[in-house]
Nanobody, 124 residues
Framework: QVQLVESGGDSVQPGGSLRLSCTASGRTFSSYYVGWFRQAPGKEREFVAGITWSGGGTFYADSVKGRFTISRDNAKKTVYLQMNSLKPEDTDVYYC?????????????????WGQGTQVTVSS
């Protein structure tokens, strides 16, 4: 079992930056793929970024490439999402998710474990 808790969501102006954190409990977190997703009310959930268990592989949605960076610190059981050059269309609830299978961060984006979400609002 893995429990995930997101933090770092806030309200910022366009062009600003935020760093989201996803902290996990569970002994096997270092062997899990972790992804960040976002969803607004009435919209489908959207994949944002993903990272392999070692951190050696990363994946990004086209809409965030060059602006967002995903990283992880397995010793701290934490995955980060550094978001720069934020735009109003980045406004959403951001969720982290984890799974032992690669499909969580590429392909079907099906993940076994989900956090409760953190709100990001980009507005002037």
């Amino acid at each position: 079992q893995v429990q995930l808790v997101e933090s770092g969501g806030d309200s910022v102006q366009p062009g600003g930056s935020l760093r989201l954190s996803c902290t996990a409990s569970g002994r096997t977190f270092s062997s899990y793929y972790v992804g960040w997703f976002r969803q607004a009310p009435g919209k489908e959930r959207e994949f944002v970024a993903g990272i392999t268990w070692s951190g050696g592989g990363t994946f990004y949605a086209d809409s965030v490439k060059g602006r967002f960076t995903i990283s992880r610190d397995n010793a701290k059981k934490t995955v980060y999402l550094q978001m720069n050059s934020l735009k109003p269309e980045d406004t959403d609830v951001y969720y982290c998710a984890a799974d032992a299978r690669l499909r969580c961060v590429t392909g079907s984006y099906e993940c076994d474990y989900w956090g409760q979400g953190t709100q990001v609002t980009v507005s002037s």
